[in-house]
């Protein structure tokens, strides 16, 4: 007797788990649901290392803009390449007056002397992945929001003197990891409180 009247506490106690257990398992997946966005410009290259190597390869007073477009630096075809002409390659290199000329790289300072058949590409490519983490409800209803930023960015200028290169120059960030996170106590109802006190 005794066993069969604990199998009804028994099933109830396992029936009263199964819900405690589903919405535990709810909860932590719900991270999972939080929002997660990309910011990637259109480019040839996979990560910083690949556009590096492409740079590597152009040779000032020797690559042509011809070699240029098949390594897919043509501004026609990449839409990420901005043309600066002489008067923006001018405030580029010489922003003030008091800036000497001659203690220019000869490449840049042999563009300044081709005056308008001076020009230069300037790329600027960025690769960012934003993941919201932490306690999903917090989250969603603006009291904490916690944001993982990692990705890569990569600049380069290169100056054409007559469809020639004869003068580059690269940068950026190889890798890119930031942390954001934002306290908002009053939640959702921040924004109305502002609101009623202007």
Same mark, same amino acid.
């Given at each position: 007797?005794?066993?069969?009247?604990?199998?009804?506490?028994?099933?109830?106690?396992?029936?009263?788990?199964?819900?405690?257990?589903?919405?535990?398992?709810?909860?932590?997946?719900?991270?999972?649901?939080?929002?997660?966005?990309?910011?990637?410009?259109?480019?040839?290259?996979?990560?910083?290392?690949?556009?590096?190597?492409?740079?590597?390869?152009?040779?000032?007073?020797?690559?042509?803009?011809?070699?240029?477009?098949?390594?897919?630096?043509d501004?026609?075809s990449?839409?990420? %390449? +901005?043309?600066?002409?002489?008067?923006?390659? $001018?405030?580029r290199?010489? @922003?003030?007056?008091?800036?000497?000329?001659? !203690?220019?790289?000869?490449?840049?300072?042999?563009?300044?002397?081709?005056?308008?058949?001076?020009?230069?590409?300037?790329?600027?490519?960025?690769?960012?992945?934003?993941?919201?983490?932490?306690?999903f409800?917090?989250d969603?209803?603006?009291?904490?929001?916690?944001?993982?930023?990692?990705?890569?960015?990569f600049?380069?200028?290169?100056? %054409? +003197?007559?469809?020639?290169?004869?003068?580059? $120059?690269?940068?950026?960030? @190889?890798?890119?990891?930031?942390?954001?996170? !934002?306290?908002?106590?009053?939640?959702?109802?921040?924004?109305?409180?502002?609101a009623?006190?202007?």
């Amino acid at each position: 007797m005794r066993g069969i009247c604990r199998t009804p506490v028994r099933r109830r106690r396992a029936a009263t788990r199964i819900p405690i257990a589903v919405a535990a398992a709810v909860i932590a997946g719900c991270s999972a649901l939080l929002p997660r966005s990309e910011a990637i410009t259109d480019s040839p290259w996979q990560s910083f290392e690949e556009a590096q190597r492409a740079f590597e390869q152009i040779v000032p007073h020797k690559t042509t803009v011809a070699d240029l477009k098949l390594m897919k630096l043509d501004p026609a075809s990449n839409p990420n %390449i +901005t043309i600066l002409n002489y008067s923006d390659v $001018l405030r580029r290199f010489i @922003p003030s007056p008091s800036i000497d000329a001659s !203690s220019l790289d000869a490449g840049v300072q042999e563009c300044v002397r081709a005056a308008t058949r001076c020009q230069g590409y300037e790329i600027d490519h960025r690769v960012l992945r934003r993941n919201r983490y932490g306690n999903f409800w917090a989250d969603i209803f603006n009291f904490k929001r916690k944001v993982d930023v990692v990705g890569w960015r990569f600049n380069a200028v290169v100056l %054409i +003197t007559d469809d020639v290169v004869v003068y580059k $120059l690269t940068g950026g960030q @190889p890798a890119i990891h930031e942390h954001e996170e !934002s306290d908002t106590p009053l939640g959702p109802l921040q924004g109305a409180g502002e609101a009623i006190f202007r």
